[in-house]
């Protein structure tokens, strides 16, 4: 492996107030990057004071969009070891990703070791206040000073840490949740299985409109035949529908997400049936009019557990749970995020110590 060069900050940020993080908004005093070129390969890691990039405006990432990224999380447990939740599982999909937007393969067991030097680095940013972590943002951009649409020479991957709250103001309040039946996200054979940055801008315009009319945010039905459920929002979505949790199936549309596949690990382990397959908006109706629709809940890295109260469709709104938790909902966050800040016993070896 290449070793990672070390240029530590001289002038250190003031760090933000832990119990008003918000998501997204400060960033640690280090950043990972790493070069690529044709020929070369991937070549001079470090880790270097965090700063602005420096990119010619003909770079082709400005121009054509061919990025990628990927979310984790570092969390601090209580006898001050630091954790990370699968990293690997990341790494992998980075590679995914790069292989659909023809982005040179990264060595995954590198970047893991990238990410736990600069975590390790940067640990004083680590949150101690409950329910806050460092969120991991590793990305890939193609930086070739090129204008015409082919695969870049030339990238650069880097990593920035960001220390965060809640994702949702909601925290864990059930969320308000609108079915998009004008706007899609992905269709099989596109890039909605990856995480690639023109999946995001594409899904902002029906986000504007959902929360124009008082939602939090919106559930994307297939691009077909606009009937069958994909996502919520950024998220993997599940439905606790009489005793089975049900999910979409991963048909080249939607992002396997790390989340998602722990949870299915855990509901299968405590007995409870999965079944991953293709489900319609009208069947989630009927069942809901039966009063067979439990719960329902998102799932992903940056809110962990998202529980929905409320679901609108074509103006029929149906509050699930009495707009409440459910005890699945409360149950799987209480054990993921156990064994991500080290509370519980890790029966399933996910998490890496820093």
């Not at 984790?72 to 992998?92: C, E």
């Not at 549309?253 to 989340?259: K, N, P, Q, R, Y």
């Not at 459910?326 to 996910?350: A, M």
């Amino acid at each position: 492996m290449m070793n990672i060069k070390v240029e530590l900050t001289k002038n250190p940020k003031q760090k933000p107030n832990q119990n008003n993080l918000g998501f997204g908004k400060y960033f640690a005093d280090h950043m990972f990057v790493m070069d690529y070129k044709d020929g070369k390969g991937w070549y001079n890691p470090r880790i270097v004071p965090y700063a602005n990039l420096s990119l010619d405006p003909s770079a082709m990432v400005l121009h054509y969009g061919q990025e990628v990224f990927e979310g984790l999380k570092a969390y601090k447990s209580d006898d001050g070891s630091i954790r990370l939740f699968r990293p690997n599982k990341n790494m992998q999909r980075l590679n995914v990703s790069n292989e659909r937007l023809c982005i040179p393969l990264i060595d995954e067991d590198f970047a893991v070791k990238a990410i736990k030097k600069l975590v390790k680095i940067d640990e004083s940013w680590i949150p101690s206040v409950k329910d806050a972590s460092l969120y991991i943002r590793p990305f890939i951009i193609a930086t070739d000073s090129y204008l015409g649409v082919r695969a870049s020479n030339e990238y650069m991957f880097i990593i920035i840490l960001s220390p965060v709250g809640a994702y949702y103001p909601e925290g864990l309040d059930p969320v308000k949740i609108y079915v998009e039946t004008e706007y899609v996200r992905a269709v099989k054979g596109g890039l909605g299985f990856t995480k690639a940055g023109g999946n995001y801008a594409g899904s902002i315009k029906a986000q504007n409109k959902a929360k124009m009319l008082n939602f939090t945010q919106v559930l994307w039905l297939d691009g077909v035949e606009r009937k069958y459920i994909e996502e919520v929002g950024t998220m993997n979505v599940f439905f606790f529908i009489n005793d089975t949790v049900v999910t979409p199936s991963l048909e080249g549309s939607i992002l396997s997400g790390v989340t998602r596949a722990s949870c299915i690990d855990m509901l299968k382990s405590w007995g409870i049936k999965v079944e991953e397959r293709k489900i319609s908006i009208d069947e989630l109706c009927n069942v809901y009019d039966k009063g067979q629709l439990i719960e329902a809940f998102g799932t992903g890295t940056a809110a962990v557990i998202s529980p929905i109260g409320e679901l609108n469709f074509n103006g029929k709104a149906m509050s699930i749970n009495n707009r409440q938790i459910g005890k699945l909902s409360q149950k799987l966050y209480d054990t993921l995020t156990g064994i991500q800040w080290g509370k519980l016993e890790d029966t399933f070896n996910w998490t890496v110590k820093v």
